[in-house]
């Protein structure tokens, strides 16, 4: 089975913190994907990453930035957290082209104060 | 625009009440259409994947399908451990960005 791993499931930062969330997945997948998850706007990519040392910026990366120095490790970082970055967070995963189901760690919801 | 739209946004089942969940999208070249399950608070569970037109997938009560606009998830006899919300999503050639609808919320009473 696949297993996205996140390192915390609950987060309380104050604002203008720097904030780590960090994802590990175990199955030498290429693709690694950070979402943010808020009410009535469903899932919205953040940033994601095809190799190790490659990102690319999704729809929101505004505030945000991301580091993937290991293949089974992806990093999103909040420079600076603001009140509107508080969220449920996801990572996910794929394999490669050839097969791209992503599959989803269990969250990090962040709240920031 | 590529765009992906669930209906309904809420549906409330009695046990044993079959139903469908639509996924309507419209997409320059499907890749592949992926429905999950997501129980409150915690992450998507990935169901099924399907890549073309005439697919179909099942597992246990739940079978899911495809034509070239839209995807129903088929829910059969649903029991209350099927309540959840259940997300479609999109990606379509020449990306690696996944379109996301914004769920359907399910409620099976017992």
């Known amino acids: 089975d696949v297993k996205v791993t996140q390192s915390s499931r609950y987060l309380v930062k104050r604002t203008g913190e720097k904030v780590f969330l960090e994802c590990v997945q175990d199955?030498?997948?290429?693709?690694m994907f950070w979402y943010r998850q808020d009410p009535g706007l469903g899932l919205r990519l953040i940033y994601f990453?095809?190799?190790?040392?490659?990102?690319e910026k999704g729809d929101i990366p505004e505030g945000y930035s991301v580091s993937r120095e290991k293949k089974e490790r992806f990093s999103l970082i909040l420079e600076s957290a603001s009140t509107n970055q508080t969220s449920m967070y996801l990572c996910?995963?794929?394999?490669?082209?050839?097969?791209?189901?992503?599959?989803f760690g269990p969250g990090t919801r962040l709240l920031v104060l | 625009e590529d765009q992906v739209t669930q209906s309904p946004e809420a549906l409330r089942l009695q046990e044993g009440e079959s139903s469908s969940l639509n996924c309507s999208y419209t997409?320059?070249?499907?890749?592949?259409l992926f429905w999950y399950r997501q129980d409150p608070g915690k992450g998507p569970e990935f169901l099924f994947t399907?890549?073309?037109a005439g697919e179909e997938k099942e597992k246990e009560r739940l079978k899911a399908t495809l034509t070239k606009k839209e995807s129903f998830l088929h829910i059969t006899a649903p029991k209350p451990e099927d309540s959840a919300t259940y997300l479609c999503?999109?990606?379509?050639?020449?990306?690696?960005?996944?379109?996301f609808g914004t769920g359907t919320r399910l409620k099976v009473l017992a």
């Open positions: 199955m030498d997948h290429e693709n």
């Open positions: 399907l890549y073309s």
């Open positions: 990453s095809y190799d190790v040392k490659m990102k």
């Open positions: 996910a995963s794929s394999l490669d082209q050839s097969q791209e189901t992503q599959y």
């Open positions: 997409v320059s070249g499907l890749r592949g």
């Open positions: 999503a999109v990606l379509h050639s020449g990306t690696y960005k996944y379109i």
